[in-house]
């Protein structure tokens, strides 16, 4: 392990077999510390830990992700690719959601479409932060998520597409405006990802904002807060 760390091909190889098995206190294999360093070379002699996961049902490609390391995760999106953590989510979907738009390019065409337990796509993960690289993210996925119509393909869209009332100050304003990204915004800054229509958010009249998007066709919006 201590080699495939350090990046010691030669040494991993020698070793693979006498410590096939073995985990350090995170329950990560050898494989997953050579691909969260960025040590492409020792993947090959490792391959025997495939599929493998750590205490977090998180493979080594998805370390490979989380550590921005392209060379390996080019090296082992065919070998891990289509493997899911906990939250049945896809290492294309970690790499939506940290705003790798390097990684996502090297997954989307083995993991893009595929959904989480809660049934939402890499394209919504895209959305967890709304900044440039998540932007780049979006880009990469739209085509080949647009062409298989997955649930949020049209609401990534929607947000994507940028403001369009110059900076809606609450959610009910951007709901009464018809901007899909302020809606996103508000909804991101107050810790919700949906079903937003209840629990007292209700402005001055009692309405919610659904009913507010709602009221003025806006059908983006709706689409968000429904």
Do not use: P
């Not at 891990?80 to 970690?94: I, S």
């Not at 959904?115 to 998540?134: P, S, Y």
């Amino acid at each position: 392990m201590a080699a495939a760390e350090a990046g010691r091909a030669e040494c991993a190889r020698l070793l693979a077999g006498a410590e096939a098995g073995m985990r350090d206190g995170q329950g990560r294999t050898a494989l997953m510390l050579a691909a969260e360093n960025g040590h492409a070379g020792c993947l090959g002699v490792l391959a025997g830990e495939d599929g493998a996961v750590d205490g977090e049902g998180k493979t080594a490609l998805m370390h490979a992700v989380a550590a921005g390391k392209e060379d390996c995760v080019g090296a082992l999106a065919e070998r891990e690719g289509g493997l899911t953590d906990k939250q049945g989510r896809t290492a294309l979907m970690a790499a939506a959601r940290g705003g790798k738009a390097g990684c996502v390019g090297l997954l989307v065409r083995r993991e893009g479409g595929a959904a989480d337990q809660d049934g939402r796509t890499a394209l919504w993960h895209t959305m967890a932060v709304i900044d440039e690289g998540h932007r780049e993210c979006f880009l990469a996925l739209d085509r080949v998520e647009g062409e298989r119509k997955t649930r949020d393909y049209e609401t990534a869209r929607e947000v994507w597409r940028g403001c369009s009332c110059g900076g809606a100050g609450d959610l009910f304003e951007a709901a009464e405006r018809g901007c899909c990204m302020c809606c996103w915004k508000h909804i991101g800054q107050a810790g919700k990802t949906g079903d937003i229509h209840f629990n007292g958010w209700n402005d001055s009249k009692n309405r919610t904002a659904l009913m507010v998007a709602a009221f003025n066709g806006h059908t983006g919006c709706v689409r968000i807060l429904a």
